[in-house]
């Protein structure tokens, strides 16, 4: 990726293509990620949508608080 006079240039990850986006379109088009472990939230409640990571690799008790951060079980969807 690189940034010049507001715009920046955005390679594929096959490194095939190239597409040139301002900064402008980048911050009304896409939203920044972010991920907090579940022992990072653990005593709140989370009204937002929430996916779970890695459940299989994750012990009952960590799934079950990772579970109860919601407020909402439709809002929760399992990834991976």
């Known amino acids: 990726m690189k940034y010049e006079e507001g715009n920046v240039e955005l390679e594929l990850m096959s490194g095939s293509e190239t597409k040139v986006v301002s900064v402008s379109q980048l911050k009304n088009n896409f939203c920044l990620g972010f ?23 994750m012990l009952s008790n960590e799934i079950f608080t990772a579970l109860t951060r919601s407020d909402n079980f439709e809002k929760v969807s399992f990834v991976g």
């Open 35 to 57: 991920c907090r472990t579940m022992y990072s939230i653990q005593g709140e409640t989370v009204r937002e949508n929430i996916q779970i990571c890695e459940a299989d690799i």
